[in-house]
């Protein structure tokens, strides 16, 4: 499992969550029902079939935790994510599908979700990421992080070349999207607007050549991942 880490002063953990888990399947989610609100993570449950139905539980009752199936009906769960992250952002989402999910999975990363998991994940595994979640950070499965991090295999991801070709800031913004930061978050940590975040990720996106704020999140990912395995240091401000 792959797990970003947020701020480490506390500031985005959720103490004493309360979940709602969505998705069509009943048994499906009797059995993550089980998981969730059983030991170690004791966390309290309601059910929903639908995404819809889920807005509205949400606003009223104020969950700090949903657990969505990546198909359930009518509106995408991806859009559920999007603008849960817009209304709230202390409720967390995390996204759950099949194994053939997965390259969708890896498409919405930036899609405002905090955890994405397939389901032949471990429940060890499932267990760990929605701990890493509720603390506060980013947590993606690790067949789901393997299937992302090989999506860049063989470009200029490997080397640093691509990465000397940025700019002091768009650098400093590359590290805060590798650690899952909104553009919001992005823009208030550097003192500028949205739209001069925008900005400098169209930039990004252009000399990284990558499409999306997905593949500059992954990019991100697989450089750290390359320098931490050769040893190297400073290069992430």
């Known amino acids: ?9 506390g500031s985005l953990r ?18 993550l029902a089980q998981l969730v609100s059983g030991p170690p ?11 819809d139905a889920a807005l509205t539980r949400i606003e009223e009752r104020h969950h700090e935790l949903v657990l969505c199936d990546l198909r359930s009906p009518p509106i995408p769960a991806t859009e559920l994510a999007a603008q849960l992250a817009q209304r709230n952002e202390t409720t967390r989402v ?5 194994e053939e999910d997965a390259p969708e999975l890896v498409s919405a990363l930036d899609c405002g979700a905090a955890g994405f998991f397939t389901r032949d994940a471990s429940a060890e595994e499932f267990i760990e990421g929605v701990q890493a979640v ?7 499965g690790g067949n789901l992080a393997r299937r992302a991090l090989a999506r860049l295999s063989g470009r200029e991801a490997a080397s640093g070349g691509a990465y000397d070709r940025l700019s002091p800031a768009e650098r400093t913004i590359l590290s805060l999207l590798g650690q899952a930061h909104s553009t919001r978050s992005i823009a208030a940590a550097r003192g500028i607007s949205d739209k001069t975040v925008r900005n400098h990720m169209a930039s990004i996106y252009r000399k990284l050549e990558v499409r999306n704020r997905s593949e500059a999140i992954i990019w991100s990912l697989r ?3 390359d320098q931490s395995r050769v040893g190297s240091a400073g290069l992430w401000p």
Do not use: Y
């Open 1 to 9: 499992m792959l797990v970003i880490p947020r701020p480490a002063d």
């Open 14 to 31: 959720i103490d004493a969550p309360r979940a709602l888990l969505v998705g069509e399947h009943r048994l499906v989610l009797a059995s």
């Open 41 to 51: 993570l004791n966390i309290p449950v309601e059910m929903t079939s639908r995404t």
């Open 94 to 98: 995390i996204l759950i599908g099949d």
């Open 134 to 140: 509720v603390a506060g950070h980013f947590a993606i």
């Open 223 to 225: 450089m750290r991942r």
